[in-house]
């Protein structure tokens, strides 16, 4: 089976298509955070993904499967919300209006080497602005009472020992 860290896609499925932890903390955990330049997220992160493993589960139709790689996708309680449906339609907007402008700068470019696009491999073909659409796509359907994928399966609660 392909590793699907190895298309732009599957990097994103990985991305995006991610267990989400809910993480709430007391003003005195951040602000100790805080001195040290970081939030807690960003303490946490490095410790949310998981890269060597090898752990073998089942899908739900009972079929054996082993896990490779994993991450976590940790949000403060306040960021878990759905996004407002109007910003989210205007910066996907500016999006596409960006990845317009961006292609016809290029068609007015000299065009690439031959030698070169036969070594690109075909993935690589993939428009500019595909990546930055996808993300637009997914930010405005997250949290959405339809999809299950942002709604957090777990919640950490940070408390110092000063409170």
């Known amino acids: 089976m392909a590793d699907p860290a190895n298309t732009k896609l599957g990097r994103m499925l990985l991305d995006e298509i991610t267990p989400v932890v809910m993480v709430l903390r007391t003003p005195l955990v951040e602000e100790s955070c805080r001195k040290n ?3 807690l997220i960003e303490m946490l992160t490095p410790f949310s993904k998981f890269n060597n493993i090898d ?3 089942r899908t739900a139709s009972d079929q054996p499967y082993r896990l490779r790689r994993f991450r976590l996708r940790l949000f403060y309680a306040s960021e878990i ?3 407002n449906s109007e910003a ?3 910066r996907t907007k500016q999006v596409i209006t960006h990845a317009g402008d961006k292609d016809i700068s290029e068609l007015c470019s ?3 080497n031959i030698e070169s696009l036969i070594t690109t491999s075909e993935q690589d073909f993939v428009p500019s602005w595909f990546q930055n659409f996808n993300k637009e796509l997914v930010d405005a359907v ?3 009472e339809h999809e299950a994928f942002d709604h957090p399966v777990a919640c950490l609660v940070a408390v110092s020992s000063k409170d």
């Open 37 to 39: 330049g970081f939030s």
């Open 55 to 57: 752990v073998p589960v």
């Open 81 to 83: 919300r759905q996004p």
């Open 88 to 90: 989210a339609k205007e």
């Open 110 to 112: 000299d065009p690439p």
């Open 142 to 144: 997250s949290f959405s």
